[in-house]
Every structure is written in structure tokens, then in C-alpha cells.
């Protein structure tokens, strides 16, 4: 089983839509949990941490849910601009490395 | 400004040679790290390093060889012992003891076999 899973997509959504990602680690142990974005043929970029209570940073809300082993990632009234790869990213206690998903592809269209 | 410096962004190399990519910061991590990106299957670790002199191998470490001689200069060289290199590779760095803020990335090199 992969440490970490995403629905690899590719997700196709109208602008202004309402788009949501999962993702579910494996080991109990994770820490830290982050989601990045990454387009097409660049690096990936930190776009927010997610933290047990849950958290928003604009059109963005990020989930935890540790007893499931679950996050997730809601993106509200879409923009083309966030068409991209979202990677699920945790870290694991002691093992000093971040661990990442294979992304889930988003196309937003217009 | 502070940040993680890759080069060559693209890199041909032909069959049986050896490769170095070159990874720089001035952001003052101590941690430094390198992954292959293939399409499709995410980022896999190859090589990391917590401090000066000293390295841990990832996940497919193998074909791949690093160096840590100063805190600021991650090396990575592919050996002809890597079967299938081509590749997009990202050297990341994150802030002394802790990774809660994530890493830091390089822009990337992208690697070819001619």
C-alpha cells in the first residue's frame, strides 16, 4: 500500500465550480500534512499546511482528519488559474523527509 | 533574495556517461534533498542530507551518487548504472529541525537520455 494515496484525476470542472481532493496516508505516525501545487513542468509550491482543526486561506479550505487517516481539499468558485497538479504531502515522525502523493490533476475550464 | 538554485535546467546525456546536477541555497537549511519526478507516479526520494558530510539513501537510490562538502551545495551525480534516467529533478531544503513549514524547491533539471 502507498504511504500516501490521491485520486490521481484528471479532474475537469467549469469555472466557478466547486471542486474537492482527497487524499488518505497510511502511516499513523504522520505529523505534518501539507498540500502543494504544482504546474505544468515546473517545481511544486507550498500553497497551505493543513492543521487539525481545519483551516482556510480564501477560496481554499484544507481538512484533517487523523482518526480516518484522511485530508482533503476544497477549492470554491474556481478560476482558471488554478488549473494544476495537487500534491498530498505528510511528514512522518522520525523519519525527517516529506512523503508525497502522485497528485491529482485539475482543469478548470471556461 | 533567499532561495534553491538548480542547474542546468535541461540536461542531455548519452548513453554510459556520468551526469552531475548542481543544487545551491542561501536560504541557511541544514537539510537538503533530491527527488526524480517521472510522470504519473509523483516524486520518489533518491538521496538526503541532514548535515555537513553526511547523507541518507531514499527510496531508489541506486545509479545515483551525492556529496555534502558545504552546507550551501547539494550535488547529485547520475552514474551509467542508472537504467532510465530521464527525468525532471528537484533538489528541496527545509529549515534546521523541523520540517512543519515543508520544504523549499529548485526549479528543476530536466534530464534526457540521447
Known amino acids: 500500500r502507498k504511504e500516501v494515496e490521491q485520486d490521481p484525476g484528471p479532474f475537469n470542472v467549469p469555472e466557478g465550480a466547486t471542486v474537492a481532493f482527497n487524499c488518505t496516508y497510511s502511516?499513523?505516525?504522520?505529523?505534518?500534512f501539507f498540500w502543494y501545487r504544482q504546474d505544468c513542468r515546473k517545481e511544486p509550491k507550498l500553497l497551505m499546511s493543513?492543521?487539525?482543526s481545519g483551516n482556510e486561506d480564501g477560496r481554499f479550505t484544507a481538512q484533517l482528519n487523523r482518526a480516518s487517516q484522511y485530508i482533503s481539499l476544497l477549492i470554491r468558485d474556481s478560476k482558471l488559474s488554478d488549473s494544476a497538479t495537487y500534491l498530498c504531502?505528510?511528514?512522518?515522525?522520525?523519519?525527517?523527509?516529506?512523503?508525497f502523493g502522485q497528485g491529482t490533476r485539475l482543469t478548470i475550464n471556461p | 533574495d533567499g532561495g534553491i538554485t538548480q542547474s542546468p535546467k535541461y540536461l542531455f546525456r548519452k548513453e554510459g556517461q556520468n551526469v552531475t546536477l548542481s543544487c545551491e541555497q542561501n536560504?541557511?537549511?541544514?537539510?537538503m534533498y533530491w527527488y526524480r519526478q517521472d510522470p504519473g507516479q509523483g516524486l520518489r526520494l533518491i538521496y538526503y542530507?541532514?548535515?555537513?558530510?553526511?547523507?541518507q539513501k531514499g527510496d531508489i537510490a541506486e545509479g545515483y551518487s551525492v556529496s555534502r562538502e558545504k552546507k550551501e551545495s547539494f550535488p547529485l551525480t547520475v552514474t551509467s548504472a542508472q537504467k532510465n534516467p530521464t527525468a525532471f529533478y528537484l533538489c528541496?531544503?527545509?529549515?534546521?529541525?523541523?520540517?512543519?513549514?515543508?520544504?523549499?524547491f529548485g526549479s528543476g533539471t530536466r534530464l534526457t537520455v540521447v
Open positions: 528541496a531544503s527545509s529549515p534546521p529541525g523541523t520540517l512543519s513549514r515543508g520544504y523549499t
Open positions: 502511516n499513523s505516525a504522520s505529523q505534518s
Open positions: 493543513v492543521y487539525s
Open positions: 504531502v505528510v511528514t512522518i515522525q522520525g523519519a525527517q523527509k516529506l512523503v
Open positions: 536560504l541557511n537549511h541544514d537539510a
Open positions: 542530507s541532514q548535515i555537513v558530510n553526511d547523507f
